[in-house]
């Protein structure tokens, strides 16, 4: 079965950074993008940040320039570099893989359909 499981979260004052990854297992990795999603203290989940099998990547517009997602296909890991934090950032983060391989790369938390535990990234203003 499909399993993702992150790590690399934690607590960091603006400005700060940190490093996220994502181990997958159970399926043909290079087959479908991977995604980093987030979902905010009482609001619904949002795509920050994914790559696709071909390595396009798409960023939410509020992690433009900050944010860098990367994928290696032979350790079927999923990395998000965070820079400049910002409190607004505060989340839980979430890898995710696509329903369908070979599709394009979205941020629609809608389309993933198998998703890691999350991991709480914090940062304190």
């Known amino acids: 079965h499909v399993e993702l499981v992150e790590s690399g979260g934690g607590s960091v004052q603006a400005g700060g950074s940190l490093r996220l990854s994502c181990a997958a297992s159970?399926?043909?990795?290079?087959?479908?993008?991977l995604g980093w999603l987030r979902q905010p203290p009482w609001q619904e989940r949002e795509g920050v940040a994914v790559i696709s099998r071909l390595d396009i990547s798409l960023y939410a517009d509020s992690v433009k320039g900050r944010f860098t997602i990367s994928r290696d296909n032979a350790k079927r890991t999923l990395s998000l570099q965070m820079n400049s934090l910002k409190p607004e950032d505060t989340a839980m983060y979430y890898c995710?893989?696509?329903?369908?391989?070979?599709?394009?790369?979205?941020?629609?938390?809608?389309?993933?359909?198998?998703w890691g535990q999350g991991t709480q990234v914090t940062v304190s203003s």
């Open positions: 995710a893989r696509k329903l369908t391989g070979y599709s394009p790369p979205t941020l629609i938390p809608t389309d993933y359909g198998h």
């Open positions: 159970g399926y043909t990795y290079s087959d479908h993008s």
